[in-house]
């Protein structure tokens, strides 16, 4: 039995009723969260193994959730490109990719997240027992749905039945922290066999079945020339729209295609930094959120973002539609983290386990320092403060101080408390430089230098 007591802080619980509290206590009991509440309420347990106390200049937060990711050492080197453009370009990353380049773009994209108070990450890669074994030495949670693929000449990615195997040799493994979903990279890299032995196993398994779709109109109009109909038209007559699907992108959905993913509960990850970098345009969040849908943030990973920082994504994810929709009033700073949290958790089929800070769910928590400049001065007026402003809009990763997840302080000081961090990076610097050489290979093989 261990009793961790997180004091003098202001508590971000992200509850139903986003309540906020000035100076708070959480109590942790084995992982779990056995008391929130104003200090004054809530009296220390003798037999507590640790105090942190914030000294009143750290908010805590739920663990935010990345909902699509990519791990990868590939940082900064396909820039300037189209998503058309940009695709063959990236498929030579996976044609020259080896099980210890994906060990090693685990670790370092892993740590990168931990940093910047992401606990639970989905990540779709290549590899994936060596994903989880970078997990588990950092102890994130991650959620591995591998990059699969059937339909030539894209068949260098997984296959389905290696999905099916790492599901039955990792699936709720490392104390629940690792959950295999059943990965499809998209309409034209997967067969309809595909779809359906990945519905059997969703059935056989409960997992879940995480793709991409609709993320640039080109792509989309070449979805409804070859199928005659649009992607989520495609994806309903396959058979996995669902509570237990979560679709990456979904920049180019029609009214129709909206209104389907909110009645069948389909979950977004939305990836606004990777839409804007790759030139995909602006996916209608509020229409989508008026409509019901679900919508989560993800990075979509390095390559694609150059960054993996959710304090950032919340603030472009923010800005980025009140510029396009010239309305200031839209997509606030409680909307945008509820969509960090909560949201991305529902996204993972988790939100009775994580996402919130409440009694009886996993201790998956972040403390951000506030005694920062970017983030003073904090003004109370009754329960209400900017510093939720503050937090959404001039945080950044870097001002995480700890993270924790299921308990486990896994960051102290903004350092990882599990591994050391530029034994990661020497590792990280290595590989990619022997990866990047594998990949010019390929460059030259496949004509695209
Ligand atoms: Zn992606």
Known sequence: MTCKVITNVVVFTVDRTDRIIKNGTVIVRNGLISAVGKKEEISIPIDADEIIDGRGQMALLPGLVDSHNHSSLMRGVAENMRLVDWLPVYDLEHRACTEEDAYHAARLSYLECLKNGTTTIMDMYRYMHRSAEAAGELGIRVHLAPYAADVQPYNFFETARDNEKLIKTHHMTQNGKIRVWMGLENLFYCSEEMYKGAIRAQQEYGVGIHTHGCEQEEEEQTVIRTFGKSTIDMLEQRGILGEKTLLAHCVWV??????????????????AISAAKLGCGVARIPLMLKEGVNVSIGSDGVIDNNSMDLFQEMKFASLIQKATNCDASIMSANQMLRMATINGAKSLNMENEIGSIEVGKSADMILVDFFRPNLQPVFWDEDE?????NLVFAAKGENVDTVMVQGEVLLRQGKSTKVSESEVMIMAQRQGEDWMRRREVHKKLTGLS
């Open 254 to 271: 029609n009214d129709d295609d909206i209104k389907k993913m909110a009645a069948t509960g389909t979950n977004l990850a939305h990836c």
């Open 385 to 389: 403060t900017n510093l939720l402003w």
